[in-house]
Nanobody, 117 residues
Framework: QVQLVESGGGLVQPGGSLRLSCAAS????????MGWNRQTPGRQRELVAE???????NYAFSVKGRFIISRDNANNTVYLQMNSLKPEDTAVYYC???????????WGQGTQVTVSS
């Protein structure tokens, strides 16, 4: 069992930037991949970005070129740098850990990101 704790959310104006952090209680290197998902009321959670154990990255089309996911294996932390934020990026952002041996991921508690003027 791993615990994931997100931080860095908040209120930002359109065009601004935020960096989310996800601190894991165990080694993130032991997971197949780490990711960030987001959810808005009335909608399903959607994958925003993921980074594999080998460092390969994948992004949702809506954030490609604006968001960057990275990982610090030594400190068991995953980051999401969000630039050029838009109102439609407003959501609760969840850190996710994908184990090798199951399709059921681990989730953090989420952090609210609000993009508004």
């Amino acid at each position: 069992q791993v615990q994931l704790v997100e931080s860095g959310g908040g209120l930002v104006q359109p065009g601004g930037s935020l960096r989310l952090s996800c601190a894991a209680s165990g080694s993130i290197f032991s997971f197949k991949a780490m990711g960030w998902n987001r959810q808005t009321p009335g909608r399903q959670r959607e994958l925003v970005a993921e980074i594999t154990n080998g460092g390969n990255t994948n992004y949702a089309f809506s954030v490609k070129g604006r968001f960057i996911i990275s990982r610090d294996n030594a400190n068991n932390t995953v980051y999401l740098q969000m630039n050029s934020l838009k109102p439609e990026d407003t959501a609760v952002y969840y850190c996710t850990a994908y184990p090798w041996d199951t399709v059921v991921p681990y989730w953090g508690q989420g952090t609210q990101v609000t993009v508004s003027s």
